[in-house]
């Protein structure tokens, strides 16, 4: 018998985790050839809701408050947390040392501690599994089967589904973001601080992560930023859309020449495209490599899909713990060099708009400032609107990020230019 002991201080998602092991137990233990307890769980919170669902549903789980408890208890085999509690790796690291198998999908702490925690594997003999970070996405699973014997070579990926279902409802129904992101809260797509969503945080989480995954190497990630969607508006939205576009928060992993690149930008990316195709509360991927050519795969966010990852991942933890799998460890190496910003590297178009003032000179004088340099590829500007004030986009030519950002300080000290609204990477390809 297999011993469980699950990490949960609030009451929906253990609800709704025992709902979904419960449903599927007898194929989870055929699939292990283990039978399956869940004999604890740990809830240090002092609301006491926990309790109070365990006392009223008669069921005989064991509450633990103490975390040291939980794991010295030598009985649990296998450690769920099913919400991402801590901030740090201590917890993780305790678990491993006293030999338990764990399985998260806390992707920032895994990110940011992958070569300790992959070392701690190693020295204790156990097992961390975290397939459920790329929820609803099967990426591990992927990664460690499908491209087993191949190498991905760029990966294109909309891995933040809320930022996804806000840009959808944007678009679609004109309406501001801030409204959109309550929409989001009322919905519970959004993190419990939507400021990780928006800024980009948590795409850029999982794209250290999943760089790390592919590529068996922890990495020096300080170089790296992300920028998120916040300042998007419904009018970026409507003139993307007039030229062809559609706007999404895009993720790219691309190795080059031995080099590995990472980004995680709101892209302009043509309407015809597999990821503009991603709408709503959704995530999709692009996986290029040498002998696969390319793989597209999408699916819908929802409650069940970490829980379907996280019960596969309970498979194969079972199936160690009983014997029949070994624990297959490799440990990664520490690649000295940073993973470089792929928009700080890489030349790309981008989307800009500016407000200014009515007044056809202070135009001219944008388009001077491009021209000299040869960086325009279209000026637009909309006549049509009713206020003092005129919206101009501008599609440059091809620039690296920090030039650009020069360059537009140049274009904000001409007088009537009233402020650089957006400036959104345009995908080429």
Partial sequence: MIKLALIANQKESLELFLNFFNKNKTKI?????????????????????????????????????????????????IIIELERKFNSADYLLQALKNKKIVITSNHKVLAENY?????????????????????????KTLIDNFYALDEVTEINAVLNATTNYILSEMGKNTVSMKETVEQAKEASYTEDNPELDLSGSDSLNKSILMTELIFNKAFDFSAVSSRGIKGITSYDLIYAAELGYKIKLICTIKKEKGKLYLGVRPNLISEDSFLADVNEN????????????????KAENNDLAPLNLLS???????????????????????????????????????YVRLQLEKDKKIIENIKKIFSEKNLADLILHDDLT???LLPVIIITKKIKEKVLEKLLKEVENVEGVLTVNNVIAVKTH
Avoid: C, M, W
């Avoid at 991927?285 to 696969?292: A, G, H, K």
């Avoid at 933890?317 to 297959?328: E, S």
């Fill in 312 to 350: 596969q991942d309970l498979i194969k933890a079972a199936r160690i713990r009983g014997g029949y799998d070994k624990v297959l460890l490799e440990e990664p190496g520490l690649n000295e060099n940073k993973l470089i910003d792929l928009y700080q590297h890489q030349e790309n178009s981008f």
């Fill in 282 to 297: 959704s995530n999709g991927i692009e996986i290029i490599s040498n002998y696969n050519s390319k793989v597209i795969f």
């Fill in 29 to 77: 233990e055929k699939l292990s050839s283990q039978k399956l307890e869940i004999k604890y769980i740990y809830d240090d919170s002092d609301q006491n809701k926990i309790e109070y669902f365990l006392a009223a549903s008669l069921n005989k789980i064991e509450l633990i408050k103490d975390y040291q408890s939980l794991i010295n208890t030598a009985e649990i085999d």
């Fill in 115 to 139: 070569l300790i925690l992959k070392k701690a594997e190693a020295e204790f003999n156990t097992k961390l599994f975290f397939s459920a970070s790329f929820s609803p996405l099967p990426v």
């Fill in 386 to 388: 009713e206020t003092p």
